[in-house]
């Protein structure tokens, strides 16, 4: 089963290659109900591509 999830992506549109700055933090969500996520770039796991 898989899970459900958002995830937020950020990368520097001021460079060439933006995406080689990109980095995303990805959470787990649940269905059918409000929800407030916070994404926090500093203390949440992230992964840069």
């Not at 937020?8 to 787990?28: D, R």
Request: hydrophobic residues 35%.
């Amino acid at each position: 089963m898989q899970t459900n999830q958002v995830s937020l992506k950020l990368q520097n549109a001021n460079i060439n290659n933006p995406w080689e700055t990109q980095s995303e933090i990805i959470k787990v969500v649940q269905l059918d109900q409000w929800q407030t996520i916070t994404f926090n770039f500093k203390n949440d796991n992230y992964i840069k591509l």
